[in-house]
Antibody, heavy 120, light 107 residues
């Protein structure tokens, strides 16, 4: 059974860098695309970007200038960095797996979510 | 970006009722659409992909239909555990985008 476990700092000050990591257990890391998705409190979902096992990335243009997604195939992990955070970046952040190999764009396994709050 | 608009934003129905939620896309994209169920404090759960394919393990009372710009999710006989928020998502064009959600309440 595939499990995604994520972790990272939950409270940041404006202008700091958000950093989260997601580890994949119980399934293949190779051959899949891995995404980060966020959800502001009480609101909808926003796709942030993705990476595959070759390190190829695609980002949401709305965040592209501040986002970096990286991966470590040997550890079955991938990470999110978001620079210069503001209160608007306060959200629950999820890691998720694309449901097909190769890519389909649907997300069948999700991490537990990490609430990241940005406040001075 | 492709805008996804769901309706209604909230719905209240009784156990055993048939409930339909709709999702309209700002651009046509064949069947590249998914539906998710999200309960409070939990990650979304994939219910339907490719507009009408049932994800493994999802009860058969859930079904999806549509193509192009208009899609729907139907629950044929509502159960108490179906109380949740439902989201549609397009997987045709980057960036992937989601609808704003439909909150389903059991009367």
């Amino acid at each position: 059974q595939v499990q995604l476990q994520q972790w990272g700092a939950g409270l940041l000050k404006p202008s700091e860098t958000l950093s989260l990591t997601c580890a994949v257990y119980g399934g293949s890391f190779s051959g899949y695309y891995w995404s980060w998705i966020r959800q502001p409190p009480g609101k909808g979902l926003e796709w942030i970007g993705e990476i595959n096992d070759s390190g190829s990335t695609t980002y949401n243009p709305s965040l592209k200038s501040r986002v970096t997604i990286s991966g470590d195939t040997s550890k079955h992990q991938f990470s999110l960095r978001l620079n210069s955070v503001t209160a608007a970046d306060t959200a629950v952040y999820y890691c998720a797996r694309d449901s097909s190999s190769p890519q389909a764009g649907y997300f069948d396994y999700w991490g537990q979510g990490t609430l990241v709050a940005v406040s001075s | 970006d492709i805008q996804m608009t769901q309706s209604p934003s909230s719905v209240s129905a009784s156990v055993g009722d048939r409930v339909t939620i709709t999702c309209r896309a700002s651009q046509s994209f064949a069947s590249w659409l998914a539906w998710y169920q999200q309960k409070p404090g939990k990650a979304p759960k994939l219910l339907i992909y490719a507009a009408s394919s049932l994800q493994s393990g999802v009860p058969s009372r859930f079904s999806g239909s549509g193509s192009g710009t208009d899609f729907s999710l139907t629950i044929s006989s509502l159960q108490p555990e179906d109380s949740a928020t439902y989201f549609c998502q397009q997987a045709h064009t980057f960036p992937y985008t989601f609808g704003q959600g439909t909150k389903l309440e059991i009367k």
